[in-house]
Structures are given as C-alpha cells and as structure tokens.
C-alpha cells in the first residue's frame, strides 16, 4: 500500500504542470460529456394490474416474491421489487422504487428476512364479520405480492412473477390481530399484528448497503471528477487505463476507482430530498457508462453541518456521510495520494 501511494503522488506530481497550464486536472482538447441520467423502469404497478390475481392466503414462498408493496392508508411507504438491469450484477438487481427512486443497492439477506416474515403469517377466522365492520372497505392499508406461482423450495425460478395477491388490512380484533381479507374475496379473516407490523411499519433504510451507489467499474468509461476548482478524468478502454490523459496501470486505476465509492452512509437526511440547485458542491463525480442502457451516475457531496456531508446520487439527496471521508477522499483526488 506503501508504495502503491508513494507510486500515485509520484504520478499526479508529473502531471501537475499540465493541471497549471489549463487550470484543472484535464488535458486541453478534451472536453467533459454530458452526463444521460435516465429514469429508471419499475414494473410494480404493471404487475399489479395486469397479473392473475390470487384471492388465496398463504402458499407463497420467500424465494418466490419478486416485488412488494406497503402501503398505508392510501400511502405507499415501501417498495421493492427484482429488476435485472443491463450493467448490474445478478446480486444487484432488488430495487427499492420507493422512498429511494431505485438508486440504492439492496442488502439481501435483510430484506429476505423481511419476505420470510410474509410466510409466517397465518390466516385465522373471523366469525361472521363483514368487510366493512371489520375496517377494511376504506381502510387503503395493504401489502401486495407478486411471486412465481410455480417454483418450487428447490429451484432458482424465473426472474418475472407469475401471479399476485393484495393482502388487505382493517381493524384491530382487540386480541393481537388485524382483520383481513384477500383483494376479490369478501371473505374476512384474522392476522398477527405483531407480524403484519413489522411489515407495515418495515424501515427501507434497513434494508440498504450502506453506500451512496454501487456501480461495476467493467460499465463504466470514463468517470468525471470535479474537486473545487479543478477537474479530473479516469478513462478506460479494452486494454487502456488512464488519469488525466495519461496511462496507468490497471491496478492503480481500480484502487483509485474503489476509493471513489468507498464512502458509507452514517444515516438519512432530514427534510426534502430534492436536491437544490443554487448550492455548490464539495466534490462532484461523474460516472459515464459505456453501455446506452445503462444510465449515468452523478454523485455530488454538499455541505450539511460540522460532521457530516449530505449525499445526492442523480438528483435525490436521501443520506448523510461524514464529513472527514469525503474531505480525505478530495485531497487523494487533488494530491493523488
């Protein structure tokens, strides 16, 4: 390690004349690209409207569910679903649309204890209570499945769901339950409150690596860094590996690229999530892909108070970082250390 960051200070003290003569990191003549963000598809809401709805409780497996949906009282306060994108890993492709706009990378075995805790409730009988006395007719509380109906404990199953079924919840029994009933049955039963908490009231932020973005380094081209009053550039090609213009090797590209994600999460902003325009940020990083249907990532650290930094990753400001990571990550940029 040693050497490797006396080999980098070495590299960017070479460079530094080029940096002066054109007040920043970037050779003359090589002009920054524009960065595509482009939204991201969900398919929740196409499931939920358009696959075969199962009125049936129970018979649904962990492994099975592809997406799920909190909502309460007519809020939706989580969703998640299995989205394989191009340029993600497999173990990447869980998406929390909602509250993070699917730019967060999922912690999978959290949220599969989350799934599993859906396999646990049993259906018990309500006697002779209808929907509307039981809460349920205006109640817009709810939890929507949508899995693959047909596999098993022992197969991988298919990437897209095959069915889907909404769990709709009414009123407390008084006695440890909800009442409850399957969206197209007016039938009315009962289901552990303890158990449907924990899914009504789920914390996305558990359910998340806590990182600001995960982004492979073989799909990304060029990456953009904007540190102050300088500008950098990584570049890579097949078999080219370059800071600034110059060529370095393969290794010193990925320790510094590791380095730019290597920033964790402390915690959620308060407040609006929109990111605001009239601020300037701290250090600004520019992922550009080199697939077209992958979207670029913009990552910008701004002010927030004296330990932290806020984070916005394409336009969503959602976390907070500590202060000190970033401020260390922007002298390695500008010193090469």
């Known amino acids: 390690m040693m050497k490797l960051r006396k080999y980098m200070a070495g590299l960017f003290l070479l460079l530094a ?7 920043c990191g970037v050779p003359k003549g090589n002009q920054m690209e524009e960065v595509q963000i482009r939204d991201l598809e969900n398919h929740l809401e196409e499931w939920q409207q358009e696959l075969p709805k199962d009125t049936e409780h129970g018979g649904v497996g962990a492994n099975a569910i592809r997406g799920l949906k909190v909502q309460k009282e007519g809020r939706t306060i989580f969703a998640v679903s299995y989205e394989p994108r191009e340029g993600k890993e497999t173990f990447d492709y869980w998406d929390i649309s909602v509250p993070y706009h699917s730019l967060v990378s999922v912690n999978t075995e959290e949220l599969y204890n989350l799934l599993g805790t859906t396999v646990l409730m049993a259906w018990g009988e309500a006697d002779g209570i209808s ?3 039981a809460g349920i007719t205006d109640s817009g509380t709810s939890v929507f499945l949508a899995y693959c109906k047909e596999q098993s404990a022992e197969e991988k199953g298919a990437a897209e769901p095959t069915a889907a079924k909404t769990i709709l919840i009414g009123d407390e029994d008084g006695k440890g339950s909800y009442y409850a009933a399957m969206e197209g049955s007016d039938k009315v039963g009962l289901v552990n409150k303890l158990l449907m908490d924990e899914i009504l009231n789920a914390d996305p932020y558990q359910y998340i690596l806590k990182i600001p973005t995960l ?11 904007y540190s102050g009053e300088e500008s950098h550039v990584m570049e890579q090609g097949q078999q080219t590996w370059k800071l600034d213009g110059s060529e370095v090797s393969q290794k010193d590209y ?3 690229y590791g380095a730019l994600l290597d920033v964790m ?8 999530t929109e990111e ?4 300037t940020p701290v250090l600004t990083l520019q992922f550009i892909r080199n697939t077209k249907d992958a979207s670029d990532v913009e990552v910008k650290y701004y002010e927030y108070d ?3 930094m806020s984070v916005s990753v394409n336009g969503q400001e959602h976390f907070l970082v500590e202060k000190e990571t970033v401020l260390a ?8 250390l």
């Open 265 to 272: 999460l402390t915690g959620e902003k308060e407040g609006d």
């Open 131 to 133: 929907m509307e006395e």
């Open 276 to 279: 605001r325009e009239e601020r």
């Open 306 to 308: 004296d330990e932290s």
């Open 17 to 23: 004349a080029a940096w002066c003569l054109c007040g």
């Open 254 to 256: 990925q320790t510094l």
């Open 215 to 225: 982004i492979s380094v073989d799909t990304v081209k060029r990456i953009q860094i």
């Open 329 to 336: 990550l922007k002298k390695r940029i500008e010193t090469g």
